[in-house]
């Protein structure tokens, strides 16, 4: 076996590898199916309302769930979680939406320290100084790179809009919103 190059031969053999392998890549691409719906049809809608129900037998304050919303809004994300011991945190109510347009939409509520969690809320929004009444309620604006908010502290607890839709939709959201203790 004296003058063959192992060199060559390894070359050799990632070539006929190659030649082997590209094609059935493409074959696999072109038959087997793709996702072509639109992004906002890829998240799949969630039923809150047996989490809604625990989380206000459980919260230590009046939860907050939009009521008349038209049909377009999705619900894509719900959540609860009981404050932990010593007052450092909160307990959490995090309900997630799609509006119309398929931008997001949070109501996120806590007990717990309001500035710690304003600012994970809104992904570090910074307060602006202006105030919008809807409801009957006063919220304050916050604006940020990633998400814009609006926030209304009360005795207790921390509501907070927040998300990547427009403030007209954040607005829709915080004037839906009825808060009940169960």
């Known amino acids: 076996m004296a003058g063959r ?3 060559a031969q390894t070359v050799r053999n990632m070539v006929l590898a190659m030649a082997v392998i590209i094609p059935v890549a493409f074959v696999s691409y072109v038959f087997i199916p793709h996702d072509e719906g639109k992004a906002g049809e890829a998240v799949p809608t969630v039923d809150y309302r047996v989490e809604l129900d625990t989380a206000r037998r459980a919260a230590p304050y009046p939860v ?5 919303l ?3 809004w999705r619900a894509t994300s719900v959540s609860y979680r009981a404050g932990g ?3 450092k945190e909160g307990s959490v109510w995090h309900l997630g939406f799609l509006d119309p347009d398929t931008q997001y939409v949070a109501v996120e509520q806590s007990d717990g320290p309001a500035g710690a969690f304003i600012d994970g809320a809104s992904q570090r929004a910074v307060k602006t100084g202006r105030t919008q009444s809807v409801g ?3 919220w304050r604006h916050y604006e940020g790179e990633k998400y814009n908010a609006l926030v209304r502290e009360e005795r207790g607890v921390t509501t907070v809009v927040t998300g990547t839709a427009s403030a007209e939709r954040l607005a829709e959201m915080a004037a839906a919103l009825k808060s009940k203790k169960g």
């Open 85 to 87: 011991t010593g007052g």
């Open 64 to 68: 907050a769930a939009p009521a008349g």
């Open 70 to 72: 038209d049909k377009d």
């Open 5 to 7: 190059n192992p060199k």
């Open 136 to 138: 009957g309620a006063t």
